[in-house]
């Protein structure tokens, strides 16, 4: 079950173990203080106390809450041949990823999502992790290194300038290990986004895949990175060894390999060889070095050039695994199939002797630590009073007095809706075997559930129908699993896609999308017979896309989502919003002028004053390469809020994650402890898909 660390830790917003530290700029950068950047980006008036209520917004992070991640090594022999079993480097709780070796044994720095962000810590053999200096109002920190006494990471507390929109917040930062009171120094110059670090061995050069200072173009496969090389004396003075790549590794001071797609398709390992002599531009071009047939990625080179240990889906085969490549026999050595040939393995990493070659992997079911994970989790927060939540699920929605919460479990395997308390303890089953998504709690009737029921994401003519469930309140009692309800189908028969139902504040009517003209808009339904007497009406009409309608705790505006502005571009979305009669249609501009043209943005939802909407964007770009992660559709996806005049643009959450379906309420949530929760929690299964452009 969860550790009583963990309890504690989901009871309040977590604390920075350094608050202390100031941010510099190497060379002649310089950056104006970490929280006023901030504000100044994403205020669009600068006013400083324009800030949303307080309460607490709980989302859904595709596959997030299951990955179970720990760092784990093998010991090599000289046949390049592991031993019979890994060990765990990590103690089990939360998520433990992206690791490198600190010395020639068992001590490595890695990324842990234990105080509801990424943050850096080190562990050594049989010892706690001990968390290392970290910008207390970074949301992200990524990609650590230890070398010569200094910490280099990647971390998005600055925001980019001049444009605060599609544009990555990442950049590489430096600091001392054991500085409390040190300075954490920008080493990527302002206006420039560097991802994927890797530091030379004699700490002389350091390699990025950067984006430079142009805007993020819409790519998530493959970035459209450059592997970039400078001296952390003069990071101004950038070479380009390579206009393609990414996850840039060292061998010695002089050989660089990193990943690529080939001419062929085949992800593929490059090197560049950098000249003897100082950097220089005039350098040979990247040369491949894996063949083709077989996809490798996120290489680390083996410290005597001889061989490269890289992640790699071969054809037929379900699961990542990692092997060593010999680059002078070119030969492939297998080492994680052998001995966890069901699980995904990520981002190899090789100590300084070559002796031990680590990774992550999903922890598994039987070893110790964390083998469930909870029902709401705490996500660190920059804005402050207003609390973030992780659901297990997706898609929900609070009782009218707060004390529950509908969502929609699993929209694959465990289909229909669930209800759990607010406090994250138990759950029922209200409706189970059916697809359903989007849900909608009746702010009158406390009895009453609206939900989709059909498959998501469908054509205008599948059939998706609006659904109101009832059942009995007094049954949301500790002695009862399942819920007995009834369901009653709101739309006639052959409408066609009838999703995303919202209701009005006076519980009377519904609001929700129709594929019934053979376009999706918004239509009006009464909220007890549907439109079995007549009482439906359109509020949208047009050639487009609108879609996931939220009604307004005043009544007085409806907004949803919609390409009305460019009905022939399915892949771009603004907000609009209008009152329940038709009247006052009008779009919130949140990017502003010819950049809103490129806006993604979704699941909106108002706060209970009726002045600001959360939503999910595609504003803030790629937060970290998609290819080193499990599988997210979306991974631009993150939580936003703006006023409804469209000032007062904030972001929330900033990870490598695609977060959606968030929901608003008005108090604080406090959780429950683990002698007061309900033993129903999922096991971790650690079935997450691949990416699913990897073919």
Not at 287 to 292: C, D, H, Q, S
Not at 360 to 387: A, I, K, W
Not at 439 to 457: A, D, L, R
Request: net charge negative; charged share 20%.
């Amino acid at each position: 079950m969860l550790t009583s660390l963990r309890h504690a830790i989901r009871k309040r917003p977590p604390l920075p173990f350094y608050s202390n530290h100031r941010v510099t700029t190497s060379s002649s950068y310089s950056s104006p203080n970490t929280l006023s950047n901030t504000t100044k980006f994403f205020n669009s008036h600068s006013e400083l106390t324009m800030l949303p209520p307080s309460g607490t917004i709980v989302f859904n992070t595709v596959g997030r809450p299951q990955y179970g991640f720990d760092i784990f090594s093998v010991e090599l022999n000289n046949h390049h041949h592991a031993a019979s079993a890994d060990r765990r480097l990590t103690d089990g709780i939360s998520i433990n990823y992206n690791a490198q070796f600190v010395d020639e044994n068992d001590s490595v720095v890695f990324v842990s999502e234990r105080t509801g962000s990424p943050r850096l810590y080190l562990t050594r053999s049989e010892s706690k992790p001990q968390p290392l200096p970290y910008v207390p109002s970074s949301l992200f920190h990524d990609r650590p290194i230890i070398k010569h006494g200094k910490l280099y990471f990647i971390s998005t507390h600055q925001p980019p300038e001049p444009e605060p929109v599609f544009k990555s917040w990442t950049a590489v930062y430096s600091t001392a290990v054991d500085g409390v009171e040190g300075v954490v120094t920008r080493i990527t110059p302002k206006g420039v986004v560097d991802y994927s670090p890797a530091v030379s061995l004699t700490g002389k050069f350091i390699a990025v895949a950067s984006h430079g200072s142009g805007q993020w173009r819409g790519d998530f496969r493959e970035l459209e990175t450059e592997i970039v090389v400078f001296s952390e004396s003069e990071p101004e003075n950038r070479v380009v060894v390579s206009e393609r790549g990414g996850w840039p590794t060292w061998s010695q001071d002089k050989t660089i390999f990193f990943h690529r797609i080939a001419e062929d398709g085949w992800w593929s390992i490059f090197r560049v060889d950098l000249s003897d002599s100082e950097l220089s531009q005039s350098l040979d071009p990247p040369v491949r070095v894996t063949p083709a047939g077989i996809h490798c990625f996120t290489p680390a080179a083996m410290h005597d050039g001889k061989c490269i240990a890289v992640a790699t889906r071969r054809p037929g085969r379900r699961f990542r695994h990692i092997e060593i490549f010999d680059l002078e026999l070119q030969k492939f050595y297998p080492i994680t199939e052998t001995i966890n040939p069901s699980f995904n393995h990520y981002n190899p990493f090789v100590s300084g002797n070559s002796r031990y070659l680590g990774y992550h992997r999903f922890r598994g079911e039987s070893t110790h630590g964390e083998s469930t994970y909870p029902h709401l989790d705490p996500v660190q927060s920059p804005v402050q009073n207003l609390h973030l939540l992780r659901l297990n699920g997706s898609f929900p929605i609070f009782s009218p007095c707060g004390d529950f919460i509908a969502f929609n479990h699993d929209l694959d395997f465990n289909r229909g809706v669930k209800i759990i308390r607010s406090n994250g303890s138990k759950r029922w089953t209200l409706l189970k075997g059916r697809m359903c998504f989007y849900n909608s709690w009746s702010p009158t009737e406390k009895h009453v559930i609206y939900t989709s029921i059909g498959p998501i994401f469908e054509s205008v003519s599948k059939t998706v129908e609006i659904a109101r469930i009832e059942f009995e309140p007094d049954h949301l009692t500790n002695d009862l699993k399942e819920i007995p309800s009834k369901v009653k189908i709101l739309t006639k028969e052959g409408t066609g896609n009838n999703a995303f139902p919202s209701c009005s504040p006076d519980g009377r009517s519904i609001v929700f999308r129709s594929g019934r003209s053979g376009h999706k808009n918004l239509y009006i339904v009464d909220a007890v017979d549907g439109e079995f007497n007549g009482g439906l009406r359109r509020l949208t009409e047009g050639a487009w896309i609108d879609t996931m309608p939220c009604w307004s705790p005043k009544g007085d505006l409806i907004a949803f989502s919609s390409n009305m502005h460019n009905p022939g571009n399915p892949e771009v979305f603004g907000i609009y919003v209008v009152k329940p009669d038709g009247s006052g249609l009008r779009r919130i501009e949140v990017a502003k002028g010819a950049e809103a043209d490129r806006e993604r943005l979704n699941h909106v939802f108002f706060s209970s004053d009726g002045e600001w909407l959360v939503f999910t964007a595609n504003l803030g770009g790629v937060t970290a390469e998609p290819v080193s992660l499990p599988n997210q559709f979306q991974p631009y996806g993150d939580l936003y809020v703006v006023r409804v005049d469209g000032s007062g643009l904030r972001r929330l959450t900033c990870n490598a994650y695609e977060n959606g379906t968030p929901t608003w309420h008005d108090g604080v949530l406090e959780l429950c402890s683990e002698n007061e929760e309900e033993r129903d929690s999922d096991l971790l299964t650690g079935t997450f898909q691949e990416p699913l452009w990897i073919n």
